[in-house]
């Protein structure tokens, strides 16, 4: 079976410096995979490309067979592929149902007032987006908060509504950049729940960049990791656990109980 993702000697120089150096992997269907690596390893670097939002210098990325090397991100929301970032990133004066409902439109051909030809056509989009956005609430937790302003949010809620915003796009594949930065321990096991939850209700595959190893290692089920931007080592939680070069270059380092 085709993987939905194929990241394939994907590298990216930025003058003299090589950000990412012929990382190669996949994500197949219903699969979590995790991105991990020091600071600097050339993990943001490499969610940049494969999301479109930087171009790479050599490599490919094919999304359901699809090349879709060096496309814009409003193309590759399209094909199937969302992502989150490290900071909330919010409508921070809008409510959180709006934001969510505007993820949605993002999955709309253009401009619904253009794109579509009668009036009963975009009442019938804007109902299927309005019950989409009420899903979506549901799922997330975040109902009681539909008619709160974003900016008025808790962190921990706001962190949701990316993840909210993000899968309004109805994404086959969902990156999470950092999803748990700035929660503590509770609140990052009770996010890893949610991204098990959404990921199997929503049948999307999830790859992300996180510090939080208790939180890879309890959701992943395949692990990447980069040092220098290069893959060092590829395999379950448990081999990466024990990996003799992941241990050294990472997972020994002084800040592993944050990492």
Known sequence: MTPILEVNQLSKNFGGLKAVSGLSFNVGA??????????????????????????????????????????????????????????????????????????????????????????????AALARIGKEVDEILELTGLGPYRDVLAGGLAYGHQKKLGVAIGIATRPTLLLLDEPAAGLNGEECAEFGRLL????????????????????????????????????????????IRQDPAVIEAYLGAPDYAHA
């Open 30 to 123: 219903d699969e979590v995979v995790g991105l991990i690596g020091p600071n600097g390893a050339g993990k943001s670097t490499a969610f940049n490309l494969i999301s479109g939002s930087i171009r790479p210098s050599s490599g490919t990325v094919r999304l359901h067979g699809r090349d879709i090397t060096g496309l814009p991100p409003s193309r590759v929301v399209r094909h199937g592929l969302a992502r989150t970032f490290q900071s909330t990133a919010v409508y921070p004066s809008a409510t959180v149902a709006e934001n969510i409902h505007r993820g949605a439109l993002s999955t709309l051909p253009g401009s619904i007032w253009t794109h579509m030809a009668s009036t009963a056509e975009r009442r």
């Open 196 to 239: 098990r939850r959404l990921q199997q209700q929503r049948g999307m595959s999830l790859l992300l960049v996180e510090h939080h190893m208790a939180l890879v290692m309890e959701l992943c089920q395949r692990i990447v990791v980069l040092v220098q931007g290069q893959k060092v080592a590829e395999g379950t939680p448990a081999a």
